[in-house]
């Protein structure tokens, strides 16, 4: 039963792209910010913001970080009113028959993390860095683990069952340049961008199951759950693959509206080093006489066809965005986004996206934040505050997000220093 629970919670293991947002605003209105991006946070959204109107001479952001948990699991809370009776067919079959279907229970857990963010003028450099794990559950596992109640038929199986964990650091440098500057003088502010950004990948993981079973009669367990890994010591920075990205974009705003497009990755040579990595089989078989199990460590050139494969494929997918926002008076914003990723790659964040958010300062230097977007089979639901003085600005955040990458809560704070 240990190791049936292993398969359980080990199972798959999402920001946006590999460059990470220093901004707390973005995500108190449900990351709905690109046509708001300016300063030092053009680099994560559109470069075009360093040479638009309004954008900060200098801004400096340190250590401005994003947490994000999920993976929902039934707790003593939840049935705490059962503890001393028979818990009811219905609770169990209302809880299992969220958790069945067609697709496994998940949950994302991670961070992301900006060590520094400087804009001055046109230009502006981030150095960022991500993990996400991304935890996807068999339904099967997942109703003996919380009722102990076997599938039909005395067979539980795992389908479904993976486990991917990625963790990269990035350096970004953004340049932007206005467009018929001549257009200042009717109060309109166009300009083009790009950002290059050099990732490093430092570590990976990925599992998935390929027919794991448990039998009650007769009693036995098998487990066939290969694994390729980085080989990876967490105690210092890894280099296990790298490459480079290219964003562009472009902007538009004056007194009351604003407008910008952004194409993250049009460029993007990022691969994982295959030679920095090695292949566990995950196989084992257990019944009441015997037991013979396999999860010791080979060269990746013994790891089956389809991860190798896979490894391939996990790279940094291209996204298409857009954003407008609109000012109806002073102190009110509304900002609204769309955003939609390309192609294959690694699972970060919802493919899609489309929500809409609103700053309100009732007074001058406070303001108030909310949003709401509609994500990949989910949605994402935001507010935070912050107070601005004179050159110092702080931001704070709380969202909830589920989607097609599952349900995760995510908290942020942020300090610029601009003027």
Known sequence: LKITLFLCTIAWGEASAQLTSASASALGLADNYSALASGADAPAWNAAGLALRGSPRLEVRVLAGRAILGLHRVTLGVVAAYLDTIVPVEFNRGYVGRITGEVSERGTSGFEGTGVAVSRGRFAIQFASLGRSIQRIAPDPAILERFGDPASEGR???????????????????????????????????????????????????????????????????????????????????????????????????????????????????????????????????????????????????APAHLRARLRELTWRRTLSAGVAFRPRRGVVVAADLRRDIGDGLEIAPRTHAGAGLEYRAVPGFPLRAGVAVVTDGIQYAGGTGIDYRSVSASLALARRTSSVGGATIAMMAVALRR
Request: net charge negative.
């Open 156 to 302: 539980l199986n795992f389908a479904g069952a993976r486990y991917d964990v990625a963790v990269s650091s990035t350096l970004a440098l953004s340049y932007a340049h206005p467009v018929a500057p001549r257009l200042a003088l009717l109060g309109h502010s166009i300009a083009v961008g790009a950002t290059i950004k050099y990732t490093v990948g430092h570590a990976l993981i990925v599992g998935e199951d390929r027919g794991s079973l448990l039998t009650r009669t007769p009693l036995e367990l098998g487990i066939d759950f290969p694994v390729i890994a980085s080989d990876t010591i967490f105690d210092t920075p890894e280099h296990k693959g790298d490459g480079l990205g290219v964003d562009i974009g472009a902007g538009w705003n004056s007194a009351k509206w604003a407008a910008a497009a952004t194409v993250r990755n049009i460029v993007n040579t990022f691969r994982w080093d295959a030679e920095e990595f090695i292949f566990r089989p995950g196989t084992a078989r257990f019944t009441r006489d015997s037991a013979i199990a396999d999860f010791d460590a080979r060269s990746f050139v013994n």
